[in-house]
Each structure stands twice: as structure tokens, then as C-alpha cells.
């Protein structure tokens, strides 16, 4: 998390020889030299499911009254809170979704004479002073058990956000005594390691969370990450809890790197190499930006009218990664503007159009059909925008919590919860993601499946999704028109009935050809039955 940052670099880079890593092995040997320690192969299965709901603590939902920061970035009330998000669980659980990842919730502790920029930093949690210790202005230690414990009852894994690379300058000192050392911004390493892995194992073994969304995760050497993974996994297996369905499970120990760069840089800082993988996961901005260029435009204003063949292209810098990498696809998060403003700002369509809101289906759908963990930021199930905001604020946008980086940082909407009453619009996008989450939950060919793509236009993207004997094709159209798209039999190697699995309707072989119909920005789930 950045007040500031550039856009990424979109350029696909050189296709890179990578491949799977070896056997487990300590990170580090008795000569000090780097070994490999690969990425677990035995939670493949959970961590490309995941469906990750995530939420700015400060901003989300105020469930109790009497704390809160009161100040921060954007224009929500500032008052968010641990109770805020206990509140919300059932809602989360409902929507589809089985984990949540927190903003940092760790104390900061103001600095005597801070201006009030400072205060809005300590709101947003990312610099923190107490990494062992909650925030009184977000809750207590109990109400932090009390969340996790209670996700846990739901099906719902945990993640909180670890802040490993810079902090304020008056972080305390770990349990045993460990500091980060060095700079403020960034720190040294190794000689900061002890501290950060005490970090990242002692709340994992402390409330048994699932893992850690890593905060600007290039500031760290990728030799420590593995130092860092590897305490996580060894914490993980220490401890245990019983899941929704009563078994006893250990902690997830997923990790997930924010690199808010171009693919090959996420490769270098997150993915590492072949014989030294760092870390496992990392969030897929590169598909992102292609993925909002087609259904709105990026922050820059930039959209593109090239269709499938952009969400192609955003694929194919998969390419770049090593094979133990498993991106996570996003829409936005707390530092983006949300798809709703961007479909606004490309002036494409405003909320009381119908098209505004086939823009957004056809993106999420987009997430339901990608292998590997997905995030959806809080507000996108519903549409959220900002009411008179679209075009870039320039003068004194902080002031006014519109910047672009943190104007998506707006008051939790939360149906059951905050008052809200959906419109129409709102309520049946809000259903339509339920559907496809369930379809990711049932069917694994979609989450986990190995993707052919078949279609490839200015006109439609399709992808075929196959696990086992389970196949599934997804199909959308990249456009405000009705469209009529033709697949060979050949092409699927297929020659049955295609069955839509939303609508139950089938589409069967004519002259060769499978012609599927699609409404503007319609998206199809359709098995090879």
C-alpha cells in the first residue's frame, strides 16, 4: 500500500523457462548458502479455490461505537472496526465467499506532535509500532479471536495483512526482543528476518489465522520471503481448529505478494526462480489491467477496443512465471478505483443504464472462470461507485478523500448490517455472484481446471476449463451487442450436448458447429456433457 504509486507496466515481457521446484529443504544450510524449499503441494486444491472478500478495516462496517480512528484516506465514516466485520461474516458466507483478508489491524501508535496526515497513515494500519498487539481504535485481542473463531465456524479462512518491509519509526520491540533494523522504509535485511518471521508465526500460532496478504512485497528479499514462507508452514502445522464441516484442520498458510508491477518484475521480487521459489502467490495486476481496459478503462482513462484478444494477451504474461506461481485475480482493492467509476470515467455507461451493469457481470464472471484463488474488494458484489465521482481529482484530492488510490476506500454497504436497501440493480448482481461463487464451489474444473483457449476476438473470449473428466466452457462477449458465436466440434474435441449450467439450456452440434447466442456482455458456463 502506497499514497502514491504509478501505473503498472502492461508490456508482456520475454517468455521465461521456469519450472516446478524440487523437495522441501531448509531455506538456508549449514554453510549459509540458499537451498530450495518448494511450495506445498498438498493445499493445492484450497488455495485455488479461495475466494477471498476483502475489507478496509477503517472504512468497512462500524459495529462498535465507542472506538474508531475517526479520521483516514477517503470519504467513509472512518469508524470501522473488528465487531464491524464479525457482523458481516454471515453476509460474506452467504455471498459465496470462504475467506476474508483484513487491512492491517496491528497498533499504531501515534508519534507526539503528529499533523494529521500521520493520524489517516495510522488509520489505514500499514505502518504499524506494535506488530503483536491490536489496535484499541479497532477492537481487542478478544475481539480479534472472537472474528477468526467465528470465520472459522462459517467456512471461512482468515488473512491479515503483514507489513514486513517498512513501518514507522517507533515500532517496539517482538516478544523476545527482536526489532526490524535499518531504515524506516525500507528495512535491512537479513538483519530484520527474526523479527518479521517472529511476526508472521506468532499470530498464526496466536488466533490460528489462514496466512498473510504481503504489503508491497518487492521490499523484501526473495531469499527471506522463503525464510518467511517457510516459518509460516512450520507455524501452520503447530496448530489446529475445527473447520464448518467439524473436522480438524490445520491453519490454510496461504500467502499472497502485492506487487504492483509488470510480470516479469513479479516474477523476479515475488515468484523467484525455479531452483529458489520465494513466494507462492501473487496478486495478478497485469490480467487486471487488461481485464478493466476491456470492460471499462484503467485510471488512466486508457480502455481498449480489442475484446478477447486483450484478455488473451493478459494470459499469456502467465508466460513469465515460474510453474510453482499461482496468481490471484482481483477487480480492485483499497488502492484502485472501483469498476464502477472506471466504467463512468471511460463515459461507457452510468448506473441507471442497464449496460453499467452488464459491465460489471461480465468482469466478475471473468474471476468465476479463473483458475487459481480469486479477490473480490467489498462493494463490487453490489456495483459500488462513488456518487459524483468519475473524472481524476487533481487539486487537493486528499483533502477531499477522492485521489485515486484511496477514493475506493468508501463506507461498508452491507445488506443486514448497515441499513442499506439495495435497488434492484444492486440485488440481483449481488445474486448473480452468489451463483457463480457456488459454481466455483462446485465445480472444479473452474478454480482448479487447466484452460484451453478456444475463442480469441474482438468479440468474445472463451476459455475450455478441464479437471479429470469434468469439463467446462466459458465463453463471454466483449460487447454491447448481441453476438452469435461459433465453436467447432473440433476446436473441443467434443461432439454432445453443451449444457449451460445458470440456465439449463442446451446447445447442440449443427453442421460442425456449436452457435451460441450472447446477450451484450453476456458470459456462459456451459459443460461438455
Known amino acids: 500500500m502506497k499514497l502514491v504509486k504509478s501505473l503498472i507496466s502492461l508490456s508482456v515481457g520475454a517468455t521465461l523457462l521456469w519450472g516446478c521446484s524440487g523437495d522441501s529443504t531448509s531455506p538456508t544450510d549449514q554453510g549459509g548458502t540458499t537451498t530450495s524449499y518448494a511450495c506445498r503441494a498438498d493445499n493445492t486444491a484450497q488455495t485455488d479455490d479461495l475466494r477471498i472478500y476483502q475489507v478496509m478495516v477503517e472504512s468497512f462496517v462500524d459495529g462498535n461505537p465507542s472506538i474508531g480512528h475517526g479520521t483516514g484516506y477517503g470519504t467513509s465514516h472512518h469508524m470501522g472496526d473488528i465487531q464491524g466485520i464479525i457482523d458481516s461474516l454471515d453476509y460474506i458466507q452467504d455471498l459465496g465467499m470462504n475467506a476474508v483478508w483484513l487491512t492491517p489491524i496491528f497498533n499504531s501508535v501515534p508519534i507526539n506532535g503528529q499533523d494529521h496526515w500521520a493520524d489517516r497513515l495510522d488509520a489505514t ?3 504499524a509500532t506494535d506488530y503483536f498487539a491490536i489496535d484499541p481504535r479497532f477492537g481487542t485481542m478478544d475481539d480479534a479471536k472472537k472474528l477468526v473463531e467465528e470465520a472459522h465456524k ?4 482468515v488473512f491479515f495483512d503483514g507489513v514486513f518491509g517498512h513501518h514507522k519509526d517507533n515500532v517496539m520491540a517482538s516478544p523476545t526482543g527482536n526489532q526490524p533494523v535499518g531504515a524506516s522504509n525500507p528495512v535491512s535485511y537479513p538483519e530484520s528476518l527474526p523479527f518479521f518471521k517472529e511476526v508472521a508465526e506468532y499470530w498464526v500460532k496466536e488466533l490460528k489465522i489462514d496466512g498473510w496478504r504481503l504489503d508491497q512485497a518487492y521490499q523484501v528479499p526473495t531469499d527471506a520471503w522463503a525464510e518467511i514462507r517457510k516459518a509460516v508452514d512450520d507455524a501452520s502445522q503447530q496448530v489446529t481448529y475445527t473447520n464448518a464441516d467439524g473436522e480438524l484442520v490445520n491453519p490454510l498458510g496461504y500467502m499472497v505478494a502485492e506487487i504492483w508491477r509488470g510480470e516479469s518484475d513479479i516474477a523476479r521480487d515475488g515468484y ?4 529458489n521459489p520465494a513466494l507462492c502467490s501473487a496478486f495478478d495486476f497485469p490480467m487486471r489491467y487488461r481485464l478493466v481496459q476491456t470492460f471499462a478503462v484503467e485510471e488512466s482513462g486508457y480502455g481498449s477496443n480489442q475484446g478477447g484478444l486483450k484478455l488473451a494477451e493478459g494470459m499469456r504474461t502467465h508466460d513469465a512465471y515460474p510453474a510453482h506461481a499461482k496468481p490471484n485475480l482481483m477487480l480492485g482493492n483499497h488502492d484502485l478505483v472501483r469498476l464502477g467509476d472506471l466504467i463512468q470515467r471511460g463515459n461507457l455507461a452510468e448506473p441507471e443504464d442497464a449496460e453499467y451493469w452488464q459491465r460489471h457481470k461480465a468482469a466478475i464472471s471473468f474471476l468465476g472462470a479463473y483458475t487459481g484463488p480469486i479477490t473480490l474488494y467489498y462493494g463490487e458484489e453490489i456495483g459500488d461507485e462513488l456518487e459524483g465521482f468519475a473524472d481524476q481529482v487533481t487539486n487537493d484530492c486528499a483533502i477531499a478523500g477522492k485521489c485515486d488510490d484511496h477514493v ?11 441499513g442499506i436497501t439495495l435497488t434492484t440493480e444492486q440485488a440481483d448482481l449481488k445474486n448473480y455472484v452468489k451463483e457463480l461463487m457456488t459454481l466455483r464451489s462446485q465445480y472444479p474444473s473452474l478454480a482448479q481446471g487447466t484452460r484451453n483457449n478456444v475463442v480469441a476476438t474482438t468479440n468474445a473470449y472463451g476459455d475450455l ?9 466459458y465463453i463471454v462477449n466483449t460487447t454491447a451487442s448481441n453476438q452469435t458465436i461459433a465453436i467447432s466440434a473440433d476446436k473441443l474435441s467434443f461432439s454432445g450436448n453443451l449444457n449451460d449450467l445458470q440456465t439449463n439450456d442446451n446447445v447442440t452440434l449443427a453442421s460442425g458447429f456449436y ?4 446477450a451484450p456482455f453476456q458470459a456462459r458456463f456451459l459443460s461438455l456433457e
Open 125 to 127: 494500519g500499514y505502518f
Open 154 to 157: 462459517r467456512g471461512l479462512y
Open 272 to 275: 523467484g526462480s525455479k531452483e
Open 408 to 418: 475506493a476506500r468508501m463506507s461498508g454497504k452491507i445488506e443486514g448490517v448497515t
Open 465 to 473: 476449463k478441464t479437471s479429470g473428466e469434468e469439463s467446462i466452457l
Open 515 to 518: 452457435n451460441i447466442d450472447l
